[in-house]
């Protein structure tokens, strides 16, 4: 039983979209099955601690995220603090030491009104005093002083140098004189600056005091005196150089962020044979995902991911064929055993490969799947499923399990495909695709010196023989195959292939020497009613080679009788005229069902059959109607009637108009271009009123384009010529 029956019985089980999800998903399934072993990790049973009983490198590169937060914080920490020199610390307080001692001027200054009681004689015979009061001012003593200057200190900053000083202290400090205060300031506000002014932070702060305090002790003043200016200028002294968090934290951010993550490199050595497994390479195992107690998902998931994405595209380009759901269904089918087909030849080549012949990928015939695709159904999905092979193949023939994809293999099987796509025509002879594989060969010739060009790689002399032998029995396998699988797909699927149709339209086919042998007018017909319908389908985007093909079997019934059909009848009179026109319509109407059943029986495509069977539809045989009309006018015009059925293709379709149109132009004495397009509107209308075109999908603008073309290949084929006189010929004739 033919594939196309089975899928058309699974078919009529499933609706559409049910049917492509079971393609799908059994083609998704056998992908994912073919690649997976080739995304498996190495696993490994060991314990911390224990004795490693091999050596073990990394299969894969990975981050670091332990090591990489180590190394950053290595990074902050080499990152000193920031500090920041403030002009205005010491300025402030300068000042505020400057403003102390003027507050002990100013007291020292301040007088207050006294009251003094003073005597005087009344006269000068009187010996009796009299008393009076006079205000007095006097200085301060040296407790209100005291007083005057807390009482100022009270709300002010000052208070803060002064705060820990006695009544006493404070005493010392006003019993001295105006001019001592004065330089005692001027001394101790310039120490005070010249020690902040030096970058004063809090780590340093202690020593900047005692600094101070020594400075005070080379002043030439009483011990006590000394020991009150040491407290003072103990308190002046604070950081100068301040530390800056929100620097420091972007200084360290900045490090940090500049250092490059830690990897654990493919091939790197985690530990080897004999030594111990400890914390650290444990957990540099446990990353990698290679123990066996805590295997890694991640290469299984986005496999899966991957094998979505082929489906996907498959699918995709796929649907938007302008096909028929049936055809689009069969093409599903295909595609999906050529792909998996093609799988499972990189799968035997790399098991092969354990030979350890060096780049035994490169026999890969990359270019198969892509001539298949391009020879039976369309160039689109041809170098789509380039693509996507080239990216398995680069998951297959990875160097290393979880290691960088073999992109060189990709880049070979992608040229090698395109190359096949592209040199071979969707017409081509079976002859030439032994053609395209030599040049894939060469193709794949150039790619392979390409790569080791651009990698500066040297290799020996026997890998350059390897490189040669591989690519030239890559294209040539790649052609051989397509020659052997493609007729099991085209006789499995009932696929009409272009190179099918191109085998067909050989002169030498049995069926067509027998119409030129038998029926030489009848094949002299159908090769001018080729050429108009397969310029007319073209017009109108229907299948030209296809139209002309069966153009050429269309009347193959006309040669079971062909003396009774007018193109075969050479001389002699026309048996017809003899005969009933009830035996004539007879005659006449078997060429459609003969011509079928003889094209069956040869086993010829279902195409061409339905041409042969279809290209008259239901019309009317009008010559002979009419003629027995004349003798029985009860006749029916349904028993004069081809039995169908009417067209169901455009192109079916086309070569009936085309038909028509070619015998009633060719019984016309030097038709004229009026007189064609009278005939082929006529025909077009005629049939169009009979409902022939109801069952295609011909539209009335496509009909109009059809006319048009026949209409100019028909004056191609009858344009005047140039007569010469007839003295003119009896010269040429003596000539």
């Known amino acids: 039983m033919e594939w196309g029956k089975k899928i058309q019985q699974l078919r009529s089980l499933l609706s559409e979209r049910m049917f492509n999800v079971v393609i799908l998903t059994i083609l998704g399934l056998i992908t994912y099955g073919l690649l997976m072993d080739s995304i498996k990790p190495d696993t490994y049973d060991v314990q911390p601690f224990s004795i490693a009983d091999r050596t073990i490198t990394a299969p894969k590169t990975v981050l670091d995220p332990v090591k990489t937060e180590d190394e950053r914080e290595r990074a902050a920490d080499s990152i000193n603090d920031v500090y920041v020199f403030k ?55 040296i407790e209100e002083q005291v007083t005057y200057i807390k009482a100022q200190l009270s709300d002010n900053r000052e208070k803060t140098i002064i705060n820990e000083l006695t009544d006493r202290e404070i005493q010392l400090l006003l019993e001295l004189s105006l001019s001592q205060i004065e330089g005692i300031k001027e001394n101790i506000v310039s120490d005070v600056r010249e020690i902040l002014n030096s970058r004063v932070r809090e ?18 003043f009483p011990q006590d005196v000394i020991r009150v200016l040491q407290l003072m200028i103990r308190a002046s002294i604070t950081p100068s150089e301040l530390f800056d968090e929100e620097e420091t934290e972007l200084r360290k951010s900045d490090a940090k962020e500049s250092v490059e993550p830690a990897r654990i490199l493919q091939g790197q050595v985690i530990v080897q044979k004999g030594y111990i497994i400890d914390r650290e ?55 999906s055993i050529i792909f998996i087909f093609s799988l499972l030849l990189m799968k035997g080549i790399r098991l092969v490969t354990e030979l350890e012949i060096p780049n035994l990928s490169y026999m890969y015939p990359a270019a198969l799947a892509p001539m298949l695709i391009r020879l039976l159904i369309n160039e689109r999905v041809a170098i789509v499923q380039a693509v996507l092979l080239s990216a398995c193949g680069s998951i297959l023939f990875q160097q290393s399990v979880g290691g960088l994809l073999d992109l060189e293999f990709a880049l070979y099987s992608l040229f090698s495909g395109l190359a096949g796509v592209l040199f071979l025509s969707a017409n081509s002879a079976r002859s030439n695709i032994l053609q395209t594989g030599f040049v894939v060969s060469v193709v794949n010739m150039l790619v392979i010196l390409s790569t080791i060009m651009i990698g500066d790689g040297t290799y020996s002399q026997i890998e350059y023989v390897y490189f040669t032998i591989f690519s030239l029995v890559s294209g040539l396998l790649a052609a051989v195959l397509t020659l052997g699988l493609l007729p099991f797909f085209e006789a499995g699927f009932g696929i009409l292939s272009p190179m099918k149709l191109i085998e067909l339209s050989n002169p030498n086919h049995p069926l067509l020497k027998k119409i030129l042998v038998e029926a030489p007018g009848t094949y002299h017909h159908s090769v001018m009613v080729a050429n108009l319908a397969e310029a007319a389908c073209e017009a109108v985007g229907a299948n030209g080679l296809l139209a002309r093909v069966g153009c050429y079997y269309h009347d193959i019934g006309k040669t079971k009788r062909p003396k009774f059909f007018i193109e075969n009848q050479m001389s002699g009179p026309n048996p017809h005229d003899r005969l009933r026109p009830s035996t004539s319509r007879d005659i006449i109407i078997a060429h459609a069902t003969d011509g079928a059943e003889m094209l069956r029986k040869a086993k010829m495509p279902k195409e061409i059959i339905d041409i042969a069977e279809q290209h008259h539809g239901t019309t009317l045989l009008k010559f002979f109607y009419f003629k027995e009309k004349k003798e029985n006018e009860d006749v029916s015009e349904q028993s004069y009637r081809y039995p169908g059925p009417k067209a169901q293709s455009k192109e079916a379709a086309i070569i009936g108009v085309a038909d028509s149109v070619e015998a ?63 003295d003119e010929k009896k010269e040429k004739e003596n000539d």
């Open 203 to 220: 780590t340093t702060l202690t020593d900047a005091k005692q600094q101070a305090a020594y400075r005070v002790t080379e002043y030439d």
């Open 87 to 141: 002009d205005e610390v010491v300025n402030n307080q300068t000042a505020l030491l400057s403003s102390v001692f003027d507050l002990f001027i100013e007291a020292q200054k301040q007088t207050k009104i006294v009251k003094e009681e003073v005597s005087s004689n009344a006269s000068n015979t009187d010996s009796s005093t009299e008393t009076s009061t006079v205000d007095r001012k006097v200085s301060l003593t």
């Open 664 to 726: 009633a132009v060719r019984s016309m004495d030097h038709p004229t271009s009026e007189q064609i397009k009278k005939v082929i509107d006529s025909i077009v209308q005629d049939r169009l009123n009979d409902g022939q075109f109801n069952e295609c999908d011909l539209t009335l603008s496509q009909l109009e384009t059809i006319k048009k073309t026949f209409s100019e290949t028909l004056n191609g084929i009858f344009h005047s010529r140039i007569e010469y006189p007839e």
């Open 281 to 335: 390479v444990y957990r540099q195992l446990e990353l990698l995902g290679v123990l066996k107690n805590n295997p890694t998902i991640f290469p299984y998931l986005g496999l899966g991911v991957f094998v979505l994405l082929v489906v996907v595209f498959m699918h995709v380009f796929l649907k938007r064929s302008e096909e028929d759901v049936d055809i689009k269904q069969a093409h599903l089918i295909m595609a």
